[in-house]
């Protein structure tokens, strides 16, 4: 989790493709980018293919799952990964601060206690991640 400069509260890693830029290196960039961590293992990759035409290249993976906003002040589309990643965390990344990890059971707790201290677009993934680690364990 961080807490960022443009979104108010807590959010996720977010930000926008390059032009052409596969989802897979906007994640590695990304996470770079805002926390300094570098991802080990993407979940799903096993998934991924391409097709490489002379003309066109074209990526299809199964990530952890996709959002859409429906209404609200934002008109957005976003993918979720579940990454193993290791390094040292930056207070202050691009665009992001006080990267962080946090437990959890007790993202679970500030979720149902405070769930205004999250970014609106970001919640409903959280609730899918926590929905799915539950059944996990």
């Not at 959010?11 to 032009?19: A, F, M, Q, T």
């Not at 290249?57 to 976003?78: H, K, L």
């Not at 679970?108 to 970014?119: K, L």
Request: hydrophobic content about 35%.
């Amino acid at each position: 989790m961080t807490t960022s400069t443009r979104l108010g509260g807590y959010h996720d890693i977010c930000k926008r493709l390059e032009p052409f830029e596969s989802l897979l290196q906007a994640l590695h960039r990304e996470v770079r980018e805002e926390t300094g961590l570098q991802v080990q293992l993407v979940h799903g990759k096993e998934t991924y293919l391409t097709t490489n035409l002379p003309d066109s290249n074209v990526e299809c993976i199964e990530p952890f799952a996709v959002y859409q906003t429906i209404r609200g002040n934002i008109d957005s589309m976003g993918v979720y990964f579940r990454c193993t990643a290791k390094g040292e965390l930056l207070k202050r990344g691009d665009g992001s601060l006080d990267a962080q990890w946090v437990d959890v059971w007790e993202l679970n707790n500030q979720i149902i206690e405070s769930p205004e201290s999250f970014s609106w677009v970001d919640l409903a993934g959280l609730k899918r991640y926590l929905s799915s680690w539950k059944n996990e364990y």
